[in-house]
């Protein structure tokens, strides 16, 4: 028999409670393939709609995302497009060797999983150079897994278009659009 108090500790540090189901997103077929440009003003991303903003992974038990970062996806029969709007006053990165360790950088990150089980997806993070890191993961990290990093993923194409001067402190930024 457990102590007095303690399930009461241990109810003290239950995770924070995350939704069963994230938001979702009906990702229209494209009527046209959209240009690959880091511009997301052609007819084919006009007519997609936007994500809702972005928010923290652990939904409300964590901070309100301080910038707005939001998406467009479509689909056509050859490609997945995805193309996205982030909020920034510094425009930052410095990373431009193929399939460095993005993240280390300002980036956005698009994880595919084909079929919904959390396992065998992949991984693509742009930066705003327009340095691309696109990644396998067998198993996600929480689960022992190891990326795979000579992996490519065939037919990408990707653009980034800035709104502001890119490395320059002295300035405010706009946004970064990459695709």
Not at 62 to 73: D, E, N, Y
Not at 131 to 146: A, C
Not at 157 to 170: F, I, R
Request: net charge negative; aromatic share 10%; charged share 25%.
């Amino acid at each position: 028999m457990a102590a007095p108090g303690v399930a009461a500790g241990l109810a003290m540090l239950a995770a924070p409670a995350i939704p069963a189901s994230p938001p979702g997103y009906v990702c229209y077929r494209a009527a046209s393939p959209p240009q690959i440009d880091g511009r997301l003003d052609d007819a084919a991303w006009r007519d997609a709609p936007w994500t809702g903003d972005f928010v923290d992974i652990e939904g409300d038990a964590g901070p309100r995302p301080p910038l707005r970062t939001r998406a467009k996806m479509l689909w056509d029969d050859d490609y997945f497009y995805v193309g996205a709007e982030l909020e920034e006053p510094h425009l930052w990165a410095t990373l431009t060797k193929h399939d460095s360790v993005i993240f280390q950088d300002h980036d956005f990150e698009v994880f595919i999983d084909p079929n919904g089980d959390s396992h065998e997806y992949y991984e693509f993070e742009i930066n705003a150079l327009g340095t691309g890191w696109d990644l396998l993961l067998p198993r996600p990290y929480k689960d022992g897994g190891k990326a795979v990093h000579n992996w490519e993923i065939d037919g990408l194409q990707s653009a980034v278009h800035l709104e502001g001067t890119l490395n320059d402190p002295t300035d405010t930024d706009r946004r970064a659009s990459p695709l």
